[in-house]
């Protein structure tokens, strides 16, 4: 399935960078417990975000770019 785009490129860019940074400090900046894995799995999800250019979550309130409200 193919899925509209709903976040823009500054944002994916953002995103995808803060993803590499989340991911860096869980796995470099903790020890491995837990909490280090839910820090990796929520930077793996900023930057699938980031790169799919598709988030679930703003599709659930209802966020459209721009370019696609008519």
Known sequence: MFYRK???GWERG???LVGV???A???????ASLLSYL?????LTALLTGFVGFC???AL???K?????S
Do not use: S, Y
Request: a positive charge; charged letters at 15%.
């Open 6 to 8: 709903n976040v823009p």
């Open 56 to 58: 679930p979550m703003c």
């Open 39 to 43: 820090v990796v799995a929520t930077g």
């Open 65 to 69: 770019l721009d370019n696609e409200k």
């Open 21 to 23: 940074a989340v991911i």
């Open 25 to 31: 400090f869980g796995i470099l900046g903790m020890q």
């Open 61 to 63: 309130v209802g966020r």
């Open 14 to 16: 953002f995103r995808a």
